[in-house]
């Protein structure tokens, strides 16, 4: 029985184990998903909302009712002495009598009321959070399009590393046949040995090549698996392949997308700077105005020669103020003007910044289109010149064993090959990327 026990509690140590170690399975979508929940950026970006929330309330509760207390207790140690006339006490004119007065210990509550009543200042403040959560929230809409951008751009890499490991395990199995079959004719003395140092040559940079490919699988998955807010360690799979993603990618119809300069988050940033800038300016011109502040306090005070306020013994002398505080500025010797005029300038910068970013936006997206134009033109290319690179490396192959081709020709064709695979991959990923970078200028998240 306890063998039994034993063997069941190690089947279920396993079976946790095993799902512990079941991989997460990503469609570039649900990637993009859960990277916009889980991203470290993404996830900070969130909190500067949270964060901008808490000080709209800050700011506002400014201007509300402000209520202290202040409690204090004090023992003068050594009482001071004060000289009265001893002529007062029947002594002889001229003369003083030292007198203490009061008693050594007192003690004393005070609540206070405040209330603002008016501070321009607190207006433009107010003004001033508005801006700063809309600026939170296009800092957020900023940082998702980036990760979605980086999410993308580290899923087709880590497409790229897959399909280079496969295109090279075909290519080396392929080397490697040749390599026999044409050492196994020269021990036959019927082939040189040039033929067979050339496609070792072939065979040694490929492995090389082969090596870097597998490392750097590794590299682009831990890469992945930071973006996406995991551990780099956490075991990740793909479930698109390169080739289905670049097609669902082509769609030339993006290039006559209607482009609105406000749906843009750099515009828009720019503009939260220009309302910022007129707010600052607003402030430096409010502090012109007077303020205006109201005040009440009741407070109790007590006197006694040992502390024994506590005990009710001593008798508590209760009192209460009203007020009022204006501040009225009059004269600043021309730091307030300097203020202003140094605002309006930030301002008048800021609008120049503005005019600039919404060419600097219209460049962009003419450059993003040409770019994706000549990405998909490059892979329908690249995809040409693979089928090519191909047949050629095959009638050199037929040719080579034939005794019509030498293996300086044989290797060539090889290399060209092998340089349109790389080109045909890279010209995949470009399709994505690019893809990926118009449509955040467009901010089209479809």
């Not at 929330?53 to 050594?78: F, H, R």
């Not at 005029?341 to 910044?353: D, G, H, V, Y």
């Not at 936006?361 to 089928?387: F, H, M, P, V, W």
Request: glycine share 4%; net charge negative; with cysteine.
């Amino acid at each position: 029985m306890r063998i039994q026990f034993l063997s069941l509690f190690m089947l279920s140590l396993c079976a946790i184990g095993q799902s512990q170690e079941q991989p997460n399975i990503f469609s570039l979508d649900e990637a993009i998903a859960f990277a916009l929940e889980n991203n470290y950026s993404a996830i900070n970006a969130e909190r500067d909302i949270v964060d901008a929330q808490k000080q709209k309330w800050e700011t506002i509760a400014d201007g509300l009712p402000q209520i202290s207390g202040d409690i204090s207790y004090q023992n003068q140690l050594k009482q001071p002495i004060s000289l009265i006339p001893a002529e007062f006490f029947g002594g002889e004119p001229g003369t003083f009598q030292p007198i203490t007065f009061g008693q050594p210990q007192q003690a004393s509550a005070t609540a206070t009321l405040r209330q603002q009543i008016f501070d321009g200042s607190y207006i433009v403040g107010v003004q001033a959070t508005k801006t700063f959560l809309r600026y939170s929230a296009n800092n957020k809409e900023k940082t998702n399009l980036e990760v979605r951008k980086a999410v993308v751009e580290a899923y087709g890499n880590v497409l790229l590393a897959i399909e280079s490991i496969t295109i090279l395990e075909k290519d080396l199995a392929t080397l490697e046949k040749n390599l026999f079959e044409t050492t196994k004719i020269f021990e036959n003395g019927l082939g040189d040995e040039e033929s067979v140092e050339q496609l070792q040559i072939t065979l040694s940079s490929l492995e090389t090549r082969y090596k870097h490919a597998i490392r750097l699988k590794e590299i682009t998955v831990q890469m992945f698996n930071l973006i996406m807010g995991l551990e780099i360690d956490t075991p990740t799979q793909l479930s698109e392949s390169l080739d289905d993603l670049t097609l669902k990618q082509i769609d030339l119809r993006l290039l006559d997308s209607p482009f609105s300069m406000e749906n843009n988050v750099d515009y828009k940033l720019a503009l939260n700077l220009n309302e910022q800038r007129a707010l600052e300016l607003k402030l430096a011109k409010s502090r012109a105005l007077p303020t205006l502040n109201a005040f009440v306090n009741y407070g109790s005070t007590s006197f006694s020669d040992s502390f024994n306020f506590l005990s009710g013994t001593p008798d508590w002398y209760n009192s209460s103020i009203l007020g009022f505080d204006l501040n009225i500025p009059i004269f600043s010797s021309l730091k307030r003007s300097a203020g202003t005029q140094r605002a309006k300038i930030a301002l008048e910068k800021a609008k120049t910044q503005l005019t600039e970013a919404e060419e600097q936006i219209r460049l962009q997206l003419e450059r993003a289109k040409s770019d994706y134009l000549l990405a998909i033109e490059q892979y329908e290319t690249s995809k040409q010149n693979l089928g090519l690179a191909e047949r050629i490396e095959n009638k050199n192959q037929v040719k080579y064993f034939e005794g019509l081709a030498s293996s300086f020709d044989l290797r060539q064709a090889q290399t060209q090959l092998y340089t349109a695979q790389q080109e045909y991959l890279q010209s995949m990923v470009d399709v994505i990327n690019t893809k990926t970078e118009l449509e955040t200028i467009l901010n089209d998240k479809s």
